[in-house]
């Protein structure tokens, strides 16, 4: 009978930027099987999650004036604009998919940032 060894995936990013880093649930992990070998490795998804609330305020501010605008803009409570401003929250799918339909270079400005980040 044969053990299954867990190991730590090294290839995988390693953020040591993030000052508070929390417990990792199983959607934050992907796993590779090979052999009896599980190797576990952060998800980026979990990475890009984390890091979207902050670039949608930069976002936001670029284009905006304040969070008044904002909220007219995309037909949303005044407090919901605020938290998206200050980086606390981030918007759903539909409002960016929305915000992409009706400014299609915001993918490109995710994409840089994005890319930036990364590097």
């Known amino acids: 009978m044969s053990r ?4 730590a995936d090294e290839s995988a990013p390693q953020h040591q930027d ?7 649930s199983r959607s934050d ?3 590779r099987r090979v052999g009896n070998v599980l ?12 890091w979207f609330a902050g670039a949608w305020a930069e ?3 670029s284009q905006f004036a304040n969070p008044e605008e904002v909220a007219s803009a995309f037909t949303v409570r005044s407090s919901t604009a ?4 200050n980086g606390d929250n981030k918007a759903s799918g539909d409002i960016v ?3 992409a339909m009706e400014h299609p270079e915001v993918a490109d400005w995710f994409r840089d ?3 930036r980040r990364c590097a």
């Open 39 to 50: 190797y576990l490795r952060q998800n980026e998804a979990s990475d890009f999650k984390v």
């Open 18 to 24: 993030r000052p508070n880093r929390r417990r990792m």
């Open 59 to 61: 976002f936001l501010r």
């Open 82 to 85: 605020w938290t998206w401003w």
């Open 113 to 115: 940032q994005w890319a």
């Open 97 to 99: 998919m929305r915000m």
């Open 29 to 31: 992990v992907s796993v």
């Open 4 to 7: 299954l060894r867990i190991v």
